[in-house]
């Protein structure tokens, strides 16, 4: 099965009805082996995010990296999150998130790189061929989700962003915005929130940077605008509205490695064999159910990125 949906959402709702019925005379022409374009009306308003009445967006579905697990229902995804900024609560963030404006967007782009600019998330959507990607999300603190996200493949975006032979890592800024992300006003974490990849991570091809979710736009409090989406690292590596994207020699220092540099790493990829010093992580609870479940190597994508690791001591480079 190439063509996977999410199941809550049918198509016909994102989706005008003559592109859909178009999408499905494709799909029959092309026996499903090419991507198929789900369409939606992507302008203006772009990224004017808001629960129910987010824009749609035009991507292509069905890729082969997506899983075909059932994907966590829309209330699920966004109304249990992690994002400090609105309050360390698991509910903070559907309540506070509101507060955020996402649209204009500017993404700074500097550092080791041959084409710095403050680029307009805008101009980066419309130039740009979306992807809806069907992931697993597992967070540190050991519970997962399916999520079917919407985004930019990373990778296309480092390319023409065009990084010098001096880059080896790639560092991402979340907004610091006291007056609009409350959280901010505590110190619980040293804002703004910092996250980084080595640059062969950043440009394998599971590397997403997802500007929607479910069809439409990022909700507010799932990272909205634009956010990272590395499927098989530990959720938190997955930094939020983004505001810069900086080409480094040296490793970045990262938000939780340095708030707890003997409990969270800088690699951070998700491995059952490699506890976290005060819980074990080789189970894991999947939001909506009752059992726990066994947390898979990379969290299941093992195939595709185990490679990127190989003569590495993953004990030491948790
Ligand atoms: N800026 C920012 N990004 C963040 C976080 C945060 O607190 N601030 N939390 C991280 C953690 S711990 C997780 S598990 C994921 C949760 O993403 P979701 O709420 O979209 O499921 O976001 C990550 N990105
Ligand atoms: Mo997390």
């Avoid at 994207?245 to 708030?259: D, H, K, N, S, V």
Wanted: proline share 7%; with cysteine.
């Amino acid at each position: 099965m190439l063509i996977k949906r999410p199941v809550d959402i049918p198509a016909s709702e994102i989706t005008d009805p003559g592109i859909y019925a178009q999408r499905r005379e494709f799909l029959r022409n092309s026996a499903g082996t090419a991507l198929a374009l789900a369409a939606g009306v992507a302008f203006p308003g772009l990224l004017a995010s808001g629960g129910a009445q987010a824009a749609p967006l035009r991507f292509a579905t069905g890729s082969a990296l997506s899983t075909d697990e059932e994907p966590n229902s829309l209330k699920d995804i966004t109304r249990y999150n992690n994002f400090y900024e609105f309050g360390t609560g698991k509910e903070d963030p559907a309540r506070y998130a509101h507060s955020l404006r996402t649209d204009p967007w500017t993404v700074r782009v500097d550092g080791e790189v041959e084409k710095p600019a403050d680029y307009q998330l805008e101009d980066l959507i419309k130039t740009s061929q979306l992807e809806e990607r069907i992931y697993r999300l597992r967070c540190v603190e050991a519970w997962s989700m399916v999520i079917p996200w919407v985004g930019i493949p990373l990778a296309t975006l480092i390319k023409r962003f065009q990084p010098t032979s001096r880059a080896r890592f790639v560092e991402f800024t979340t907004l610091y915005d006291p007056e609009q992300m409350p959280g901010q006003r505590r110190a619980v974490l040293d804002w703004p929130y910092v996250e980084g990849l080595r640059m062969d991570e950043a440009v394998h091809p599971l590397t997403l940077l997802a500007v929607g979710l479910y069809g439409k736009v990022l909700p507010n409090q799932n990272g909205a605008p634009i956010r990272l989406v590395v499927p098989w690292k530990y959720g938190f590596k997955n930094v939020k509205s983004i505001v810069r994207i900086r080409f480094t020699e040296t490793m970045p220092r990262t938000t939780w490695a340095l708030a707890g540099p003997r409990e969270y790493g800088f690699y951070a990829n998700v491995n059952p064999e490699v506890d976290h010093p005060r819980w074990s992580q080789a189970r894991e609870r999947r939001i909506g159910e009752f059992f726990k479940r066994k947390t898979l190597m990379f969290n299941g994508y093992a195939e595709q990125v185990a490679g990127l690791y190989r003569g590495m001591d993953l004990r030491r480079w948790f």
